[in-house]
């Protein structure tokens, strides 16, 4: 965390009651956080690069433990996407419906239908029903 000096003076005032050792108190952490800031301006370039080199070294942890998650999530999103892909693809490419004879499909309705044994017991007479019908028509 990287919390600038003014907002912690600022979240020393709000926690500490009002008192004349509280006064004191806010006294000097004001003059120590002025004392800082005045000292960090006066600083040279080689000991600015210093710090700046102390604090890259400090957050590289933390940096690649970041990287480490974006490619994980990378990954898993791009493995997620490739398996929807394949889903759809399989479903929209999947063979058409054989097309069936439809007299064969009577036949079978015929044969395994629930139709009562009657029927077949006059046959005969549907085939000599079925002859003057085509004599009729002629």
């Given at each position: 965390?990287?919390?600038?000096?003014?907002?912690?003076?600022r979240?020393?005032?709000?926690?500490?009651?009002?008192?004349a050792e509280d006064a004191?108190?806010?006294?000097?952490?004001e003059?120590?956080?002025?004392?800082l800031d005045?000292?960090?301006?006066?600083?040279d370039?080689?000991?600015?690069?210093?710090?700046?080199?102390?604090?890259?070294?400090a957050?590289?942890?933390?940096?690649a433990a970041r990287?480490?998650w974006?490619?994980g999530?990378?990954l898993?999103a791009?493995?997620l996407?490739?398996?929807i892909?394949?889903?759809i693809?399989?479903?929209t490419?999947s063979?058409?419906?054989?097309?069936?004879?439809?007299?064969?499909?009577?036949?079978l309705?015929?044969l395994v239908g629930d139709?009562?044994p009657?029927?077949?017991?006059?046959?005969?007479?549907?085939a000599?029903?079925?002859?003057?019908q085509q004599?009729?028509?002629g």
């Amino acid at each position: 965390m990287n919390t600038p000096p003014r907002q912690i003076v600022r979240q020393v005032r709000s926690r500490v009651p009002g008192s004349a050792e509280d006064a004191a108190r806010e006294a000097w952490v004001e003059r120590a956080v002025a004392l800082l800031d005045e000292s960090a301006q006066n600083l040279d370039a080689a000991t600015l690069s210093r710090l700046n080199r102390a604090r890259q070294v400090a957050l590289a942890p933390r940096r690649a433990a970041r990287q480490g998650w974006l490619v994980g999530g990378s990954l898993a999103a791009a493995a997620l996407a490739l398996v929807i892909a394949v889903g759809i693809g399989h479903r929209t490419m999947s063979p058409p419906a054989l097309p069936t004879d439809v007299a064969a499909q009577d036949d079978l309705d015929a044969l395994v239908g629930d139709d009562s044994p009657d029927l077949y017991e006059n046959l005969d007479f549907y085939a000599w029903l079925d002859a003057q019908q085509q004599d009729a028509n002629g």
